[in-house]
């Protein structure tokens, strides 16, 4: 957004501001955004205080190289300990804690403060007025009449309303169509200069043509090289989306397609399933992001989808020496063919009310976490971190994590590589068939607990049919938990009225025989239903 400002030194300042998430799924939005800027605003609520993903952005804005300004927001609450805070703050970043600025967005108490000391503290932005022009797309969107709409910050030299435009990097060439900024509805201008952040609207319809990190130039005064751009992005989490009615597969890839025009950690490839259809395996960067992702997608493109349970990227390192990735439990090898599984670890860092310290470091074990140190960042609030795998955190931990301290822990994480774990496929048999779609990898101290949950669910959702049906959890072979499905008894007696006993009898056992030979052939067919309550993550918690 831009704001024009007129400092007290009576000069009239244009201030570009973007505004970032801060959960950790959405650290790579962050970093994507202290590349366009030259300082940043580190906003701490007064009341809640230093969290962990204040620390991870605190890092992430000081390795960009940005001068940072701390602020202390919601000085009005009556809760709120701006001395506390302020300490916490300059703890982390230094500084004294006098110089940290209290402001209330609710109110505006001191936000004409925060305006004078980002026209003092923060430099001007660097680049060549003079030079061919090089703008860098830091987010999009799509628009269904205007197609795409790039959002640039320009480094260097101008650019102007129906200039002709090219990608540095795909190749692609256009006319710009319209050109503006944020104001912070769009505002369309005549042009753009060195150092300024707005939009730009080629007509663009194909949205693989014009990525986000791309650096767009001009075609007749072409620039000699690239913005370096960013750094690929490594999705973390994995499931699978099918929608419910199978026509829509087109528009559901269409979809995909328009998100991640402006979501470059979004990730997906088509998928089958015998169970499922046809779909796509989508990778997040974690299970906030997905949620994102699924409700886009179900709220904007009309779809209803079913998503399969998340896992992780595992490496699995095979007898003959090969190395394989397996996304989901359908990739997994043959045991027999396994030396070891490799499952990805992170370094979790929880911060928490110090009363609350057993029941995190409960939480953390219990989920196969190595404690790694604890410190205190004020007598009531402790820095707790752990290696946890990757998979033990992806369902319900930032769940159970605020449940147990009441709300009040916040939670971070980064990679820290992959270890050996004694790791198990669990397939799910229905009437003796396996259901690609229901199989899980868990550890094997937790396959027994995890099958029995898994088939007393299916259990209770599958329909009954005219046979009994068997549901069983495996790992190979070996059947770990099993329920049955019971059979509907039809009255075959109920027309007669009388009579031997024996014409009862006859009845009944050719309504047994007919079973018998059904349950032969019979192939049990699964409702959608089952499948959103077994894999849905609101049933599997």
Do not use: W
């Amino acid at each position: 957004m831009r704001v024009s400002y007129r400092a007290g030194d009576g000069e009239t300042y244009h201030l570009h501001l973007i505004d970032t998430p801060g959960h950790v799924d959405f650290s790579y939005e962050v970093s994507r955004s202290l590349a366009a800027c030259e300082g940043a605003l580190l906003v701490v609520d007064a009341a809640q205080g230093v969290e962990a993903q204040t620390v991870a952005n605190t890092y992430a804005a000081v390795e960009a190289g940005l001068e940072l300004i701390p602020v202390l927001n919601k000085v009005d609450l009556p809760s709120a300990e701006p001395e506390r805070v302020a300490a916490e703050v300059t703890d982390l970043v230094g500084g004294d804690p006098d110089e940290v600025l209290r402001i209330s967005a609710k109110t505006g108490e001191g936000v004409e403060k925060v305006l004078e000391a980002i026209v003092a503290r923060i430099p001007p932005p660097r680049g060549e007025p003079e030079a061919p022009p090089r703008a860098l797309i830091f987010d999009s969107e799509f628009d269904p009449y205007r197609g795409v709409v790039a959002y640039v910050r320009l480094v260097d030299g101008a650019f102007h309303k129906g200039e002709r435009i090219t990608a540095m990097q795909l190749g692609t060439e256009a006319d710009i169509d319209e050109i503006g900024f944020f104001v912070p509805e769009m505002r369309p201008a005549q042009g753009m200069a060195a150092g300024e952040v707005g939009y730009m609207i080629t007509g663009i319809k194909n949205v693989a043509r014009l990525r986000v990190g791309d650096t767009l130039t001009s075609r007749q005064r072409p620039a000699a090289e690239a913005l370096p751009g960013y750094r690929e992005v490594k999705p973390l989490v994995f499931c699978g989306l099918f929608p419910l009615d199978t026509d829509r597969y087109e528009d559901l890839r269409d979809a995909l397609d328009r998100l991640a025009l402006n979501d470059a950690a979004l990730s997906y490839e088509p998928e089958t399933s015998q169970a499922l259809g046809f779909g796509f395996r989508c990778g997040f960067l974690g299970l906030r992001h997905m949620d994102i992702v699924r409700e886009r997608l179900e709220r904007e493109y009309g779809l209803e989808l079913l998503a399969t349970t998340p896992n992780v990227r595992y490496e699995v390192e095979l007898r003959d020496g090969e190395r394989v990735e397996v996304r989901s439990p359908a990739e997994m090898p043959d045991p027999a063919a396994i030396e070891q599984i490799l499952e990805p670890y992170i370094r979790a860092t929880v911060i928490a009310p110090a009363g609350y310290v057993g029941a995190v470091m409960e939480l953390c074990q219990a989920r196969r976490g190595a404690h790694v140190d604890m410190h205190y960042l004020s007598p009531d609030r402790v820095q707790l971190r752990y290696d946890l795998p990757l998979a033990e955190i992806v369902l319900d931990f930032y769940d159970q994590l605020k449940s147990r301290t009441a709300g009040y822990a916040s939670l971070d994480y980064e990679q820290s590589g992959h270890r050996p774990a004694d790791l198990v496929k669990l397939d799910v048999l229905l009437a003796g068939e396996r259901v690609d779609a229901l199989s899980v990898i868990v550890h094997s101290d937790d396959a027994y607990p995890a099958g029995k949950a898994l088939v007393e669910r299916l259990q209770r959702t599958i329909p009954r049919q005219l046979f009994d049906v068997p549901v069983q959890a495996a790992v190979g072979s070996r059947v770990l938990a099993r329920e049955t499905v019971k059979a509907l008894r039809k009255d075959v007696t109920a027309k007669l009225y009388g009579g031997d006993v024996t014409r009862k009898r006859k009845l009944l056992e050719k309504q047994k025989a007919g079973k018998k030979r059904m349950k032969q052939v019979g192939r049990v067919e699964v409702p959608q239903e089952a499948f959103l309550s077994v894999l849905e993550l609101d049933g599997g918690k």
